[in-house]
Nanobody, 120 residues
Framework: QVQLVESGGGLVQPGGSLRLSCAAS????????MGWYRQAAGKQRELVAV???????NYADSVKGRFTISRDNAKNRVALQMNSLKPEDTAVYYC??????????????WGQGTQVTVSS
């Protein structure tokens, strides 16, 4: 079984910063892409940023230049540094990882989500 646990959400004023972290644990053989998604109230879940196992990254246009995704392969962790936050960044943020487990099956796994609220 695999678990993804996020941390680091909270309330921040516009222009502020937050850092989200996600740790994967369990019977992991290898982790491919890891990413962050978000879902605002009444909206569909959307990609925020993704990072491949080799470190290549991709960002949503709305966060380019403000958010930075990084990963620590040795610790099975992915982080999202969010700067210059705007009220429209308010959402539940989810971590996702493409993981091959010890039995060699491969699937996408999701964290439980962490709330980010940007408000004055």
């Amino acid at each position: 079984q695999v678990q993804l646990v996020e941390s680091g959400g909270g309330l921040v004023q516009p222009g502020g910063s937050l850092r989200l972290s996600c740790a994967a644990s369990g019977s992991i053989f290898s982790i491919y892409a890891m990413g962050w998604y978000r879902q605002a109230a009444g909206k569909q879940r959307e990609l925020v940023a993704v990072i491949g196992s080799g470190g290549n990254t991709n960002y949503a246009d709305s966060v380019k230049g403000r958010f930075t995704i990084s990963r620590d392969n040795a610790k099975n962790r992915v982080a999202l540094q969010m700067n210059s936050l705007k009220p429209e960044d308010t959402a539940v943020y989810y971590c996702k990882a493409d993981i091959r487990i010890a039995t060699m099956s491969r699937d996408d796994y999701w964290g439980q989500g962490t709330q980010v609220t940007v408000s004055s």
